[in-house]
Protein backbone atom coordinates (compact mmCIF):
# COMPACT_ATOMS: atom_id res chain seq x y z
CA UNK A 1 0.00 0.00 0.00
CA UNK A 2 1.19 3.36 -0.35
CA UNK A 3 1.92 6.35 1.45
CA UNK A 4 1.86 10.14 1.17
CA UNK A 5 2.85 12.39 3.72
CA UNK A 6 1.31 15.31 5.60
CA UNK A 7 3.16 18.43 6.90
CA UNK A 8 2.50 19.11 10.49
CA UNK A 9 1.69 22.89 11.86
CA UNK A 10 4.71 24.79 14.09
CA UNK A 11 2.99 23.79 17.07
CA UNK A 12 3.04 20.04 16.09
CA UNK A 13 6.31 20.32 15.19
CA UNK A 14 7.34 22.16 18.73
CA UNK A 15 5.61 19.50 20.65
CA UNK A 16 7.18 16.35 18.59
CA UNK A 17 10.48 18.21 18.83
CA UNK A 18 10.73 18.17 22.68
CA UNK A 19 9.85 14.19 22.63
CA UNK A 20 12.37 11.14 21.91
CA UNK A 21 12.79 10.01 18.76
CA UNK A 22 11.32 6.29 18.62
CA UNK A 23 14.15 5.11 16.12
CA UNK A 24 16.78 6.87 13.81
CA UNK A 25 15.03 10.11 12.55
CA UNK A 26 11.38 9.29 13.30
CA UNK A 27 8.48 8.63 15.64
CA UNK A 28 5.79 6.37 16.32
CA UNK A 29 2.67 8.71 17.35
CA UNK A 30 -1.01 8.07 17.81
CA UNK A 31 -2.77 11.27 16.50
CA UNK A 32 -6.31 11.80 17.78
CA UNK A 33 -8.78 13.26 15.14
CA UNK A 34 -11.03 16.37 16.65
CA UNK A 35 -13.95 13.53 15.49
CA UNK A 36 -12.50 11.61 18.12
CA UNK A 37 -10.88 8.40 16.12
CA UNK A 38 -7.70 7.52 16.45
CA UNK A 39 -4.92 6.30 14.47
CA UNK A 40 -2.95 4.32 16.14
CA UNK A 41 1.04 3.64 15.52
CA UNK A 42 1.68 6.24 12.65
CA UNK A 43 5.04 7.32 11.62
CA UNK A 44 6.74 10.91 11.67
CA UNK A 45 9.56 11.77 9.78
CA UNK A 46 11.52 14.40 11.32
CA UNK A 47 9.00 15.82 13.60
CA UNK A 48 7.20 17.05 10.65
CA UNK A 49 6.15 14.81 8.51
CA UNK A 50 3.24 12.72 8.99
CA UNK A 51 3.24 9.15 6.84
CA UNK A 52 -0.39 8.39 6.11
CA UNK A 53 -1.62 5.49 4.31
CA UNK A 54 -3.03 6.38 1.04
CA UNK A 55 -6.79 5.66 2.16
CA UNK A 56 -5.97 7.91 5.06
CA UNK A 57 -8.14 11.13 4.35
CA UNK A 58 -7.25 13.88 6.67
CA UNK A 59 -5.68 17.03 6.93
CA UNK A 60 -3.95 18.80 9.35
CA UNK A 61 -6.60 20.78 10.43
CA UNK A 62 -8.84 17.34 11.17
CA UNK A 63 -5.91 16.54 14.07
CA UNK A 64 -6.50 17.29 17.65
CA UNK A 65 -3.79 15.78 19.23
CA UNK A 66 -0.74 13.85 18.83
CA UNK A 67 1.31 11.38 21.44
CA UNK A 68 4.06 9.01 21.13
CA UNK A 69 3.05 5.81 20.75
CA UNK A 70 4.04 3.68 23.84
CA UNK A 71 6.18 1.40 23.33
CA UNK A 72 6.22 -1.94 25.68
Do not use: A, W
Amino acid sequence: MQTRTLKLTDSFIHVLVNLPESGMGYQLVNVILKSGKVLHKLKVLNSELLLLEENENISVKDIDKIELENRK
